[in-house]
């Protein structure tokens, strides 16, 4: 009679897998809970149930963390929630990369999550995606209104409007809340990466990464150097436009 109960288990493990590994091993763990519960689950108390689920997520967590493939990628960060930063963020997920998603207030964030949201559905629609890629992709975007939270970042995306001194305020924030070696990039189209990297103590690691909308599908991204950006900050964002699907063009000083 408990059998809905403890098969309540597996949908949970299954979207947990997928949203938190591309692994193949925790999917072997998922088909083992799922053939456990089609034996046992008749004579399961609710009990079991929970004491499953929690099982499999500390299992799930252990294998992360010995077994998983994408240990070692980047830790990033996506400031601002908007169009383009909503964007940003999941075209960063869908190529399987963990992103923090950062705004001033949670009506902004559920906004902009809500706008992937309905872009992902439409391409579910067109079968151009999947469900369960889909509910991976949003997975693998979590959100914050505290900016602080960007301290064991490796590489963030400042995506907020097109306005220098807001801009600005930003990126001094971030480079006394990152470490020194993390890379900032600014998605702006216009100002000048020189400017912006001027008002942080880590000019050499100050970038434009500019995307185009719907960042999700257009292409092209802009690699914008200021005149102290290195070939190591350059070669970094490239790589990851590049894992992306992007393709990039670096364009001259600013």
Request: proline residues 4%; glycine residues 10%.
């Amino acid at each position: 009679p408990h059998l809905g109960v403890a098969a309540d288990v597996v949908p949970l493990a299954r979207n947990y897998v997928i949203a938190r590994s591309p692994s193949v091993l925790p999917f072997l763990l998922y088909w083992s809970v799922k053939a456990w519960l089609q034996v046992h689950g008749k004579t399961t108390a609710p009990v079991v149930g929970v004491v499953v689920g929690l099982g499999v997520e500390l299992v799930l967590d252990v294998i992360l963390v010995f077994g998983n493939p994408t240990l070692g990628v980047p830790a990033l960060g996506v400031v601002g929630a908007g169009a383009m930063g909503a964007g940003i963020a999941g075209a960063l997920a869908r190529a399987g990369l963990h992103v923090l998603l950062c705004d001033r207030t949670r009506e902004l964030l559920d906004r902009g999550i809500s706008r992937l949201d309905d872009f992902m559905r439409r391409s579910v629609e067109l079968g151009k995606l999947t469900l369960e890629e889909k509910t991976a992709i949003l997975g693998r975007i979590e959100t914050t209104t505290e900016i602080n939270e960007f301290a064991g970042a490796d590489l963030v995306i400042e995506a907020i409007h097109e306005n220098l001194e807001a801009k600005s305020e930003v990126l001094a924030r971030l480079d006394r809340i990152c470490r020194p070696e993390v890379i900032l990039a600014s998605n702006t189209s216009s100002i000048s990466i020189t400017a912006l990297g001027a008002v942080t103590g880590r000019r050499s690691r100050v970038v434009g990464m500019h995307f185009f909308n719907p960042a999700q599908l257009m292409e092209l991204v802009e690699i914008i150097r200021g005149y102290h950006t290195s070939d190591e900050t350059v070669k970094c964002v490239d790589d990851l436009a590049r894992r992306l699907g992007k393709t990039t063009v670096e364009v001259k000083k600013s």
